[in-house]
């Protein structure tokens, strides 16, 4: 099972967590690009090819603000993650750190941050060491493949959570009376 920073993969593919692949995919982190470029394939071209360069995640207090820079997967015209396809992730074994590693379901929001900061701080070295990362990053923000819709796609990522909330609570008393119907009719079963 991949491990990164000391987390394990997440293996669930429920549509709580499938979703982000379609609104916001999710960044890389350095160790990432080892998986994911083919040996022998030109870093920047590949990364023209597939990522863009994201302002990143900003830290927001009253002294300053302070931008990660992160590199995240194409979409395609209609916002999905370009690896997604036919509702399937194609590099689902190499998948980015965020894709692999969020669970929307199963992990509580000290955890999520948790990873997130992981992810940060990877990046961030990455940066001040000046390592491929950040070449790539440039690169692609110089050439001007940037992802600069993340509020937007944020917004979107939390109606559809709503929505998906909404159908698994239908589905869940439709169930119970489901359920309970049928306990009635054995009630009623065992009376005679």
């Not at 396809?85 to 590693?101: K, L, M, V, W």
């Not at 159908?167 to 009376?191: F, G, N, Q, T, W």
């Amino acid at each position: 099972m991949r491990q990164e920073f000391g987390f394990v993969r997440n293996t669930c593919s429920c549509r709580k967590c499938s979703v982000f692949c379609e609104f916001i995919p999710g960044f890389l982190v350095p160790s990432d690009l080892d998986r994911l470029i083919p040996s022998g394939d030109d870093p920047l071209l590949w990364a023209e090819q597939y990522l863009l360069a994201s302002p990143g995640f900003q830290i927001k207090t009253p002294q300053f603000t302070l931008s990660i820079p992160s590199l995240v997967p194409r979409r395609k015209g209609n916002g999905h993650c370009h690896w997604l396809q036919d509702g399937r992730c194609t590099i689902h074994e190499n998948s980015p750190y965020a894709c692999a590693f969020h669970n929307q379901c199963r992990q509580t929001d000290a955890q999520a941050e948790r990873i997130g900061i992981a992810g940060r701080e990877a990046r961030a070295k990455a940066f001040e060491e000046d390592g491929q990362y950040a070449q790539i990053w440039r690169h692609l923000w110089e050439k001007g493949l940037r992802e600069l819709t993340s509020t937007e796609s944020m917004r979107r990522v939390r109606e559809a959570l709503v929505g998906i909330t909404r159908a698994e609570e239908r589905i869940e008393r439709a169930d119970e009376r489901k359920k309970r119907r049928k306990e009635k009719k054995a009630e009623r079963r065992r009376r005679k």
